[in-house]
């Protein structure tokens, strides 16, 4: 079935189900892009759509000798469209990645000078073919298989870590820590996971005394991660400095939340920072800032989740422009060449040329409703075609008020 099919098929689908459009996506992109930027770049903001840590991983324990992956849990490859449902309640899936899981943030105030976004999620239950309230968990991030997540319980940050077994709900195995995690992240073979360490709830936000000074300058307590060994539990923890002046004379900045990941080939971890002078630091395992990888890696966009592609031709773009559009741009990883490609924000990689992201209605671009319409879509590079995977985001204009976000695995 080719894209033309999937997209006649869906927009059938799409007129019989009705979708409704909701309002508030700028003000839910805005509030998020704001957590994810330093105060120091407000006035450059570009909206953008935020999604927890990247989701990818292992299936189950590794023992073999050969990294053999599994048989997926749904069907690999066929489109699974659901434009008139918000959030979803079947699965969501395009090429090789399924949404496999979804959260609402909640904002909980902790005090008068802190509050806490806290999460619940939905996990994709195989059994029944629907999204099913899983409380219990503060962080998720899904393996590929969607057989296996790692979890974090409700409070953060957390002194233990959780295998799950998606099949039945329970954990497996729990792995004790010594500095306690609050972000979680699979290499893609699914072998390790990292673990990023913080003193403090990464999801708190402050507030001044006196609302008409601006935001409190509180530090992110971010101290390193772990390197684990996703078949043993066993690994080692690094200490990574927050940030600050730099022996080149250079300036990081670190968000409260800034999660570290591993490099598409696993031997390096990288994180993004919210800073003009440096964008996102490469280290080894030790936690030893190193060159960025000769594979495209200095042009990954710490706040855009797509990442690289699979065949590691392409590194997914931020907007192609500052202004409300429905294109990005993705990046020939070996030239540095821009292409423009359908979408606000390219959030998961469906194949080597096609992509998940976040758009708004057709007809939407511009001032006005656009910034109050988004839904998930498969766009391709080269085609200005795009198929509807949900339905729109809808209520309200707080992200805090119920906006869900998605989880991307590979199936």
Known sequence: ?????????????????????????????????????????????????????????????????????????????????????????????????????????????????????????????????????????????????????????????ASRIGLLDLATGEVKRWIQVSHKVGGLSFSDDGRKLVATTYTHNPDAEFHPADPNVGEPDVPSSRTGFYVLDVASGKGSWAGVTVGGQRADGLTTLVNYRQDFALTRDGRYIWAGLPSDEVDKLFYDFTGAEVPAPEDGSKYLVWFVDAGMSPDGKHVAGDFAGQTWTTSSYVIDSATGEKSEVRGQQLLAWADDKSLIAWDIGKGDSGAGKSEFHARLVLVTIGSDKEVPLSGFLGGGTDVSAGRWQPVFATR
């Not at 050969?66 to 079947?90: C, F, I, L, W, Y």
């Open 1 to 157: 079935m080719n894209v033309d099919d999937l997209l006649r098929d869906a927009l059938r689908e799409q007129a019989a189900e009705q979708p409704p459009a909701g309002p508030g996506f700028a003000d839910w992109v805005l509030a998020v892009r704001r957590r994810r930027r330093t105060r120091q770049l407000v006035a450059a903001v570009v909206a953008t759509v935020a999604v927890v840590a990247v989701a990818v991983g292992v299936p189950r324990f590794y023992s073999g000798k050969s990294d053999v992956r599994p048989s997926g849990v749904v069907d690999r490859g066929n489109t699974s469209a659901h434009p008139g449902q918000s959030p979803p309640r079947e699965l969501i899936a395009a090429g090789k990645t399924a949404l496999a899981a979804y959260y609402i943030p909640t904002k909980v105030t902790v005090s008068a000078r802190e509050s806490v976004s806290e999460r619940t999620y939905w996990l994709f239950d195989r059994k029944t073919g629907t999204y099913v309230k899983a409380p219990k968990w503060s962080v998720v991030t899904v393996a590929p298989g969607m057989k296996t997540a790692a979890v974090l319980e409700r409070t953060l940050p």
